[in-house]
């Protein structure tokens, strides 16, 4: 078992930034993938990045590579989202998730979620 708790969303501008933070507990989490998920108001919830357990191999949805950042700190199980240049459309409760697969960007492959957590970007 896993589980997660994402922290670090609120209210900001466009054009500003956030970073998300997701404190695993329970299963080893060095072992373990990691994502970031987003749904915005009446969408379908989407895949945003993901970081491999070893080497730290990283992917991102096209909308936001070269904005986003997704790291991992393994000492301190906890998985980052560093969001800059946020856009309206970045409005979303941002999901973190584990996967004992290597590096997923598919919801179904994700076994544990969290709570979420709110991000409005404002115009």
């Known amino acids: 078992q896993v589980q997660l708790v994402e922290s670090g969303g609120g209210l900001v501008q466009a054009g500003g930034s956030l970073r998300l933070s997701c404190a695993a507990s329970?299963?080893?989490?060095?072992?373990?993938?990691m994502g970031w998920f987003r749904q915005a108001p009446g969408k379908e919830r989407e895949f945003v990045a993901a970081?491999?357990?070893?080497?730290?191999?990283?992917y991102y949805a096209g909308s936001v590579k070269g904005r986003f950042t997704i790291s991992r700190d393994n000492a301190k199980n906890t998985v980052y989202l560093r969001m800059n240049s946020l856009k309206p459309e970045d409005t979303a409760v941002y999901y973190c998730?584990?996967?004992?697969?290597?590096?997923?960007?598919?919801?179904?492959?994700?076994?544990?979620w969290g709570q979420g957590t709110q991000v409005t970007v404002s115009s």
């Open positions: 998730a584990a996967t004992s697969i290597p590096l997923s960007t598919f919801q179904y492959e994700y076994d544990y």
């Open positions: 970081i491999s357990w070893n080497y730290g191999s990283t």
């Open positions: 329970g299963r080893t989490f060095s072992r373990i993938a």
